[in-house]
């Protein structure tokens, strides 16, 4: 029995093993130039398969398409230090700024929809948020690190 288990174990341990990935498409470099980044953070991508990824040292988000051209950049007259991006079920982005401790919402071409946030403990507040994430019920959640919490928000 219990080689049986082992075996079993070993068997389903190699069916999920693919080894090297067949297909690695790379872009970027650093600088500050469109389609370089300095230190970028997180990445999402939406519906319609365009890759947004927050570029920390830049201070704003990058917009590209699958592939890796680029499309545009926002944030810069928003962001200190832009953190994690998530897209939501209607396509717009929200992105964490960690030194802000603010939570900014931004249509999919870089509009500036709204912030909330700042710095504290109490509900709707943050110390450093990290994560953030949109659920098709129009549920924001937000990893509050310096919190140690997670902050689910309903916004209307």
Not at 59 to 81: I, P, S
Not at 123 to 143: C, D, E, K, M, Q
Request: net charge negative.
């Amino acid at each position: 029995m219990y080689r049986l288990h082992l075996f079993t174990l070993l068997a389903v341990l190699l069916a999920g093993c693919t080894g090297s990935p067949a297909d690695v498409q790379v872009w970027g470099g650093q600088g500050s130039e469109p389609g370089q980044f300095n230190e970028p953070f997180d990445v999402a991508v939406d519906a319609d398969g365009f890759v947004y990824v927050t570029d920390v040292r830049n201070n704003r988000v990058q917009k590209f398409t699958a592939d890796g051209g680029f499309v545009l950049a926002f944030g810069q007259q928003q962001f200190e230090k832009p953190g994690g991006i998530g897209i939501g079920p209607d396509g717009t982005v929200w992105v964490t700024d960690y030194d802000l401790d603010r939570i900014f919402h931004f249509d999919p071409n870089g509009k500036l929809l709204g912030a909330w946030g700042g710095k504290g403990d109490k509900p709707g507040l943050f110390s450093g948020p990290t994560g953030v994430a949109a659920s098709r019920n129009g549920r924001i959640y937000v990893a509050d690190w310096g919190n140690h919490r997670i902050q689910n928000v309903l916004l209307q």
